[in-house]
């Protein structure tokens, strides 16, 4: 437990150097596609139908037809190798489930058709006052405050029984059957997934990266267009 700090002072760090490799490699695909006599940038702004433009064409059709399909391909992978790890039933996303929205923003948002808030607010109830939480798994509370920005806001699962059973596991609902289903979660040193996260957060920061980068591309290009 006592190296989870410094664990995620390095993933800020690797999330960076995994950042601009990804820069890299996407601008040299970007360059694969560049016409050989063209001397320009991909954001500078071009005459329709030049072969500026169509090279900016060409560009976007690849963030929609490969890179896009690439992503959304390993990513699954990633999810589907998620089922070679199980629970073990440590009770702490049932016990200690956070979000970045305080329970009224939560009832809001489940108002409003929000279908993940919907779920949550159906099964978790807050703490009422926040030295209940810290009692649960400090460190595991302490990481998660001090590296989600802006506050965060823990709940706990009525159904959980004091032996740390669910006392409706079979009718559970699907976001307690399919936890955790985002390796860039921060989870907590005692989930059985904890080492499945360990294993593809670098596939998955790439993959959370490339998505950043190609946004961002995309909104830079077509404003030129
Ligand atoms: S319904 Fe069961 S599995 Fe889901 S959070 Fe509550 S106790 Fe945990
Ligand atoms: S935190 Fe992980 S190991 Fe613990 S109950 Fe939840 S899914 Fe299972």
Redesign the pocket.
């Known amino acids: 437990m006592s190296d989870l700090n410094s664990t995620l002072t390095n993933m800020k760090k690797k999330y960076r150097e995994i950042f601009k490799k990804s820069v890299d490699a996407i601008q040299s695909r970007i360059d694969e596609l560049k016409p050989t006599k063209l001397n320009a940038e991909i954001f500078d702004n071009f005459a329709k139908d030049s072969i500026g433009y169509q090279w900016q064409q060409a560009v976007l059709d690849m963030f929609e037809n490969d890179i896009s399909h690439e992503i959304y391909r390993k990513w699954q992978e990633i999810i589907s190798y998620r089922n070679n790890f199980e ?8 016990n200690l489930a956070c979000s970045e929205f305080s329970p009224e923003e939560l009832k809001q948002k489940a108002d409003n058709g929000d279908k993940f808030a919907k779920q949550f607010t159906q099964i978790f109830i807050p703490y009422k006052n926040s030295n209940e939480p810290k009692k649960i798994y400090p460190e595991y509370l302490k990481l998660l405050s001090e590296n989600v920005e802006g506050d965060v806001y823990f709940y706990h699962c009525p159904k959980l029984t004091e032996c740390k059973r669910c006392s409706d596991y079979e009718n559970r609902p699907d976001i307690c059957k399919h ?2 289903d985002n390796p860039l979660d921060i ?2 040193e ?5 080492n499945w996260r360990k294993e593809v957060e670098p596939v998955a920061m790439m993959l959370h990266a490339m998505v950043e980068i190609i946004d961002y591309y995309k909104e830079k290009i077509k404003e030129q267009m």
Do not use: D, R
């Open positions: 629970c073990k039933g440590c009770a702490t996303c049932c936890f955790p989870l907590p005692s989930c059985g997934f904890y």
